[in-house]
């Protein structure tokens, strides 16, 4: 148990990491991108279904680099917490905790299927 | 130029959402879409980022002070993260005026929430559950470890999933539904519910925000910002607690929340 305590902990650390790096991205890239964005909030009054994928084939396309690296940014910080659970479920199984190894694939099996979620929501 | 006003905001968010306990989503979400008039579902999916960011940032500390229980945090992540996703499809046929009024709801019972009388009962026999996989713990208080059981772990369950759906509706973290499903139903000790619910957040947040953000519906101009400021202000906000009278705090935002509660309620009608 006092392991998993410590590991848990050692993983918490490389989340917070994870976060100043995911944060340094975003804030590179919304500078990037800044001065692109006269009024950005006008477009964004009302609701337009455009995805992820067609926004990342737009902005190639327009060089606009900065919303790109934007995105990666952005795409780092949601994974964290997945990759938490990712980690946490490995623990457990090498400690040979099948119950709580079991959980935890069906959180991580979750929040995958979530993600799927999106590219198929209109 | 507009879009910089957004991270001083953002950093103010994050620091009343801080010394209160309440997420940043409650005050970002208002702030969005009433005051920069952004559409509620891109202003729902700009607040799950920020709390993924705070959620993830501060889990470390809450680790290191022994209050976290992560193999409660695991079991009740099941219960949060399909609610979330059936937040997110909900959210998808409800109307944006209907998520006004949601919302609206949601601050007017936050509000009510601040002046609950906080009891501390403990459970005298650890739920069978709880016993298979070894959920009881003990946590540090006055310089002695306190051990406890845990008490009806389906219920906290289930009101996990609720919670979920909620989170995953209105882009807040629901930390106020988890914190009453483990202190209400399951007995956990107060110190241990809001150090485990403040874990288990960011992992509720990133099953919508996945969702959202391959939908589309994360959009850079706004996330940015709101991320960065929300950290920022956060990290603010927990070197600055100490020193702050946090009753007072709560006592004026009360009053800020049902003002804005009112506003987007007649948002959501007009």
Same mark, same amino acid.
């Given at each position: 148990?006092?392991d998993?305590n410590?590991?848990e902990?050692l993983?918490?650390?490389f989340?917070?990491?994870?976060?100043?790096?995911s944060g340094?991205?975003?804030?590179?890239?919304w500078?990037?991108?800044?001065e692109?964005?006269?009024?950005?909030?006008?477009?964004?009054?009302?609701?337009?279904?455009?995805?992820?994928?067609?926004?990342?084939?737009?902005?190639?396309?327009l060089?606009n680099?900065g919303k790109?690296?934007?995105?990666?940014?952005?795409?780092?910080?949601?994974?964290?917490?997945?990759?938490?659970?990712?980690?946490?479920?490995?623990?457990?199984?090498?400690?040979?905790?099948?119950m709580?190894?079991?959980?935890?694939?069906?959180?991580?099996?979750?929040l995958?299927l979530?993600?799927?979620?999106?590219?198929?929501?209109? | 130029?507009?879009?910089l006003?957004?991270?001083?905001i953002?950093?103010?968010?994050?620091?009343?959402?801080?010394?209160?306990?309440?997420g940043?989503?409650?005050?970002?979400?208002?702030?969005?879409?009433?005051?920069?008039?952004?559409?509620?579902?891109?202003?729902v999916?700009?607040s799950?980022?920020?709390?993924?960011?705070?959620?993830?940032?501060?889990?470390?500390?809450f680790?290191?002070?022994?209050?976290?229980?992560v193999r409660?945090?695991?079991?009740?992540?099941?219960?949060t993260?399909?609610?979330a996703m059936?937040?997110?499809?909900?959210?998808?046929?409800?109307?944006?005026?209907?998520?006004?009024?949601f919302?609206?709801?949601?601050?007017?019972?936050s509000?009510?929430?601040m002046?609950?009388?906080?009891n501390?009962?403990?459970?005298k026999?650890?739920?069978?559950?709880?016993?298979?996989?070894?959920?009881?713990s003990?946590?540090?208080?006055?310089?002695?470890?306190?051990?406890?059981?845990?008490a009806?772990?389906? $219920?906290?369950?289930f009101?996990?999933?609720? *919670?979920? +759906? #909620?989170?995953? !509706?209105l882009?807040?973290?629901?930390?106020i539904? =988890?914190?009453?499903?483990?202190?209400?139903?399951?007995?956990?000790?107060?110190?241990?519910?809001?150090?485990?619910?403040?874990f288990?957040?960011?992992?509720?947040?990133?099953?919508?925000?996945?969702?959202?953000?391959?939908?589309?519906?994360?959009?850079?101009?706004?996330?940015s910002?709101?991320?960065?400021?929300?950290?920022?202000?956060?990290?603010?906000?927990?070197?600055?607690?100490?020193? $702050?009278?946090?009753?007072?705090?709560?006592k *004026?935002f +009360? #009053?800020?929340? !049902?003002i804005?509660?009112t506003q987007?309620i007649? =948002?959501?009608?007009?």
């Amino acid at each position: 148990m006092k392991d998993i305590n410590k590991m848990e902990l050692l993983i918490s650390k490389f989340l917070r990491l994870g976060v100043i790096i995911s944060g340094l991205i975003i804030l590179s890239g919304w500078l990037m991108s800044f001065e692109a964005d006269k009024n950005p909030f006008i477009s964004l009054q009302s609701y337009q279904h455009f995805s992820l994928i067609n926004s990342l084939e737009m902005n190639f396309i327009l060089n606009n680099w900065g919303k790109v690296i934007s995105y990666l940014g952005l795409m780092i910080l949601i994974s964290l917490p997945v990759l938490r659970v990712f980690l946490s479920t490995i623990l457990f199984i090498r400690q040979k905790e099948k119950m709580m190894a079991f959980l935890g694939t069906v959180v991580f099996i979750g929040l995958i299927l979530s993600f799927f979620m999106g590219i198929e929501g209109k | 130029m507009i879009s910089l006003a957004l991270l001083p905001i953002s950093i103010v968010a994050g620091f009343i959402g801080s010394i209160l306990g309440l997420g940043g989503g409650v005050v970002v979400v208002p702030v969005l879409t009433l005051y920069f008039g952004v559409e509620i579902r891109y202003a729902v999916a700009a607040s799950l980022i920020s709390i993924i960011a705070t959620s993830s940032g501060a889990a470390a500390s809450f680790l290191k002070d022994h209050l976290t229980n992560v193999r409660l945090a695991i079991l009740l992540e099941i219960g949060t993260v399909f609610g979330a996703m059936t937040g997110f499809l909900l959210s998808s046929s409800l109307k944006s005026s209907s998520l006004f009024i949601f919302f609206g709801g949601f601050l007017i019972f936050s509000a009510l929430m601040m002046f609950r009388q906080k009891n501390d009962p403990r459970a005298k026999i650890n739920h069978p559950w709880s016993e298979k996989l070894g959920l009881n713990s003990k946590f540090p208080e006055n310089g002695k470890w306190i051990h406890y059981n845990l008490a009806n772990i389906p $219920l906290g369950l289930f009101s996990m999933y609720f *919670a979920g +759906i #909620i989170s995953g !509706i209105l882009g807040i973290g629901s930390g106020i539904f =988890k914190m009453m499903a483990m202190d209400s139903a399951m007995k956990v000790p107060m110190k241990v519910s809001s150090a485990t619910s403040n874990f288990m957040i960011g992992v509720t947040a990133a099953a919508s925000a996945g969702a959202y953000f391959l939908r589309g519906d994360v959009k850079p101009e706004i996330a940015s910002p709101v991320a960065i400021g929300i950290i920022i202000g956060a990290w603010l906000g927990a070197k600055v607690m100490p020193k $702050l009278n946090a009753k007072v705090i709560r006592k *004026a935002f +009360i #009053i800020v929340m !049902i003002i804005a509660a009112t506003q987007m309620i007649m =948002k959501g009608l007009s």
